[in-house]
């Protein structure tokens, strides 16, 4: 052992610094729950005593809360004053859950992978898997908000637009299946911007397709977006104009089977829209903060979601294009274009 004792310094600076924002999670999911975040988005600052009345909760805790989140960076303090404010940007992330960078889903799905930490820690030992349907019930609201601001930003405005003639299809009137739709949100989304198509939505987990049922009445699309319980492997229908998988074909355990399926449901000038998790090819491109968050979700989730289902690929969420290009081209797809591409998420264009 050579210890140099100023890297030493530095790396455990930096652990605490991790241990911080680890111990935070709870208290933003906190936050969340109790509507503190949205008592103290847009109003004066605050006294702990102010933010209990205007939430119905305890003083103390509340004190002790907000100087853990002023500590943080996750809430202003006036030191002259004693009182706290959320910051426009701050507001955006806790509170607002209409902006692109709403990030409250992200802290839920954590408390899922902490409660679900034994399960996988046993798989290490065994090799088994451990299906999306055994996690926590968080996992499965906490995606869904997770990942909907990212939805909501791009779907129909910049993902839809960057394939070859498919905005136009949808506009006209066209046939779309949303595979491996979780609680069916992107469906939603899809319904509400395109009046004329019809959708439907396919996922293996019975309480998402409930969840998503409710969701499309609710938004008001339940004449053109259904759900179905089915296997991306084996849902039924074919000549479908748009087939979408996102953030799901490397949770499979049979990516390739899926995707021979996804080839013969198509219409013949039909187009796969397949959204994954931005990747690079090699593991030194994905080692930084969205590579280390990737990673990290795939060794709870993902990789042992595949590990559950039969062949259990397990591609991992960081498989990369060239990964995915595989896949394709086993499954019988000759043309693959990568249509557009942001910091999470790789968008291809898949035809046969
Ligand atoms: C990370 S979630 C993404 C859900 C949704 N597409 C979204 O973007 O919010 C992965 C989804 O894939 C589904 N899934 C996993 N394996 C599947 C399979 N073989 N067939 C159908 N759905 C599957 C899970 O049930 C889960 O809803």
Same mark, same amino acid.
């Given at each position: 052992?050579?210890?140099?004792?100023?890297?030493?310094?530095?790396?455990?600076?930096?652990?605490?610094?991790?241990?911080?924002?680890?111990?935070?999670?709870?208290?933003? *999911?906190? !936050? %969340?729950?109790?509507?503190?975040?949205?008592?103290?988005? !847009?109003?004066?600052?605050?006294?702990?005593?102010?933010?209990?009345? /205007?939430?119905?909760?305890?003083?103390?805790?509340? #004190?002790?809360?907000?100087?853990?989140?002023?500590?943080?960076?996750?809430? @202003?303090?006036?030191?002259?004053? !004693? =009182?706290?404010?959320?910051?426009?940007?701050?507001?955006?992330?806790?509170? @607002?859950?209409?902006?692109? +960078?709403?990030?409250?889903?992200?802290?839920?799905?954590?408390?899922?992978?902490?409660?679900?930490?034994?399960?996988?820690?046993?798989?290490?030992?065994?090799?088994?898997?451990?299906?999306?349907?055994?996690? %926590?019930?968080?996992?499965?609201?906490?995606?869904? /908000?997770?990942?909907?601001?990212?939805?909501?930003?791009?779907?129909?405005?910049?993902?839809?637009?960057?394939?070859?003639?498919?905005?136009?299809?949808?506009?006209?009137?066209?046939?779309?299946?949303?595979?491996?739709? !979780?609680?069916?949100?992107?469906?939603?989304?899809?319904? =509400?911007?395109?009046?004329?198509?019809?959708?439907?939505?396919? @996922?293996?987990?019975?309480?998402?397709?409930?969840?998503? $049922?409710?969701?499309?009445?609710?938004?008001?699309?339940?004449?053109?977006?259904?759900?179905?319980?089915? =296997?991306?492997?084996?849902?039924?229908?074919?000549?479908?104009?748009?087939?979408?998988?996102? @953030?799901?074909?490397?949770?499979?355990?049979?990516?390739?089977?899926?995707?021979?399926?996804?080839?013969?449901?198509?219409?013949? %000038?039909?187009?796969?829209?397949?959204?994954?998790?931005?990747?690079?090819?090699? +593991?030194? %491109?994905?080692?930084?903060?969205?590579?280390?968050?990737?990673?990290?979700?795939?060794?709870?989730?993902?990789?042992? &979601?595949?590990? &559950?289902?039969? +062949?259990?690929?397990?591609?991992?969420?960081?498989?990369?294009?060239?990964?995915? =290009?595989?896949?394709?081209?086993?499954?019988?797809?000759? $043309?693959?274009? #990568?249509?557009?591409?942001?910091?999470?998420?790789?968008?291809?264009? *898949?035809? #046969?």
């Amino acid at each position: 052992m050579a210890v140099d004792p100023a890297k030493l310094e530095q790396f455990m600076g930096r652990i605490v610094g991790d241990m911080g924002s680890a111990i935070s999670a709870a208290l933003v *999911v906190i !936050g %969340d729950q109790l509507g503190l975040y949205k008592a103290m988005a !847009g109003a004066e600052p605050l006294t702990p005593a102010e933010l209990a009345a /205007r939430t119905g909760t305890a003083e103390r805790y509340v #004190r002790e809360w907000l100087c853990a989140q002023a500590a943080g960076g996750y809430v @202003d303090y006036d030191a002259s004053s !004693g =009182r706290f404010r959320l910051n426009d940007e701050q507001t955006m992330v806790f509170a @607002d859950e209409q902006s692109p +960078v709403f990030a409250q889903g992200g802290f839920q799905v954590l408390t899922a992978l902490f409660k679900d930490e034994p399960k996988i820690t046993a798989a290490f030992r065994s090799g088994k898997g451990v299906g999306w349907h055994e996690h %926590d019930p968080a996992l499965f609201v906490g995606t869904e /908000r997770f990942f909907r601001p990212n939805y909501n930003a791009n779907l129909t405005s910049s993902w839809i637009p960057a394939l070859e003639g498919v905005e136009q299809k949808l506009r006209a009137g066209a046939r779309v299946a949303d595979v491996g739709c !979780g609680l069916g949100t992107s469906t939603v989304i899809m319904a =509400r911007a395109y009046p004329r198509s019809t959708f439907v939505g396919f @996922d293996y987990h019975e309480p998402s397709i409930v969840r998503a $049922r409710a969701a499309a009445a609710e938004a008001g699309v339940g004449d053109r977006a259904r759900f179905e319980v089915s =296997r991306a492997q084996d849902y039924p229908g074919t000549g479908y104009d748009l087939v979408a998988l996102f @953030d799901c074909l490397h949770d499979m355990g049979d990516p390739v089977g899926a995707a021979a399926h996804v080839h013969q449901s198509l219409a013949p %000038d039909g187009t796969w829209m397949l959204v994954e998790p931005y990747a690079g090819d090699r +593991v030194e %491109d994905n080692l930084n903060p969205i590579g280390r968050l990737f990673y990290s979700a795939s060794t709870m989730v993902c990789t042992p &979601a595949s590990l &559950a289902q039969e +062949v259990g690929l397990a591609l991992g969420a960081q498989a990369g294009e060239k990964r995915l =290009r595989d896949v394709l081209t086993q499954a019988g797809f000759t $043309r693959v274009r #990568r249509a557009t591409a942001t910091p999470f998420n790789l968008v291809l264009e *898949v035809r #046969r």
